[in-house]
């Protein structure tokens, strides 16, 4: 067995504009676990937000990540490798995928059999209308005619009425609203009725993560649910924030794992929140790999691979808005015709 990976720019179909931050690229790294014939495929996107970058994912993969004595077992392997990842989330869901992938093909099963989840039942996929031009928001909405629900960036308090206004010009699709911890408690009510007069489903991340309490006051008042993304990294967080928010949204990116993303869904279960499966700006390669749990969760937003133009990978399909998974071994990701220098 052999660890290889490399470092890939994913380009962006529009400037990707959220209330933190903007961006026309984002450096991906791609980890690949070679076996004879196998290649275990995983992808780390990290964000600078959890203070996550590949230069300092590169820092720790230069150091030689090391391989057990015994290369059988993909829970010895885990095991054995993870200390070395120095608690890095994104390449820890790295390796976390390229290990189910080639245990999966090894075994001859998809990784969603193996973790026993369904797949006939896949929730609607939203599609990102991020932050931009007003001017461009009619062909933004014109490209994301093949999906059902539209998720919005928001969390410019001088912008956000006008964005949602001129959006509502275009379309009358369900919206889904993220404001990445952009909002001021003093107007997020009101602003949150507003919204409900809009075709709103529910409000991501309204605050910044430290004000759990004003979130706490919000879900109490909001005639919208409420749901945790930047409050949500792992299953530890889920009990301290249970009573803040509705739901949560569960990154693969944030959480580490495709095990630590079940335990999130169990723990959610338990604590009946609302369960939505995110993502970062990905290729196929994390965003099929997430895939394999949305069969358990109740929405979706697994589109990071749909805003770039250079995805070099193949992988889970969408047809009339909802997630198509191949019924194939592993991760079920193939290489695009075209991509060069990539395993």
Known sequence: MELTFTTYRI???????ISRSAYDWYDIIYIYIKDGEIIGRGEAAPSLRYNESTKRILSILKQKIKLPVDCSNRD???NFILPQLKEVKALEAAFSMALWDW????NEKPVFELFNMKTDEMPLTSFTIA??????????????DPYHILKVKLGTPKMDKEIMTEIRRHTDKVIRIDANEGWEPETALDFTKWLADQNVEFVEQPFPADQLDH???????????????ENSLDSADIPRISTAFDGINIKLMKCGSLEEGKRMINLARFYD???MLGCMIESSVGITAAAHL????????????????????????????????????GLGISLNSGAENLL
């Open 11 to 17: 380009k962006l179909n529009h400037t990707f504009g």
């Open 76 to 78: 010895e392997i885990w």
């Open 103 to 106: 245990w999966g093909q090894k």
């Open 131 to 144: 932050i931009g031009e007003l001017d461009e928001i009619g062909q933004k909405i014109d490209e994301a």
């Open 215 to 229: 979130t706490a006051i919000l879900k109490d008042k909001s005639p919208l649910d409420i749901y945790a993304d």
């Open 273 to 275: 929140l609302k369960i």
């Open 294 to 329: 949305a069969g358990e969760v109740d929405k979706v937003d697994l589109d990071g691979n749909l805003l770039i133009n250079n995805d070099p990978y193949l992988g889970v399909k969408v047809t009339d808005g909802k997630l198509v998974l191949a019924n194939s071994n």
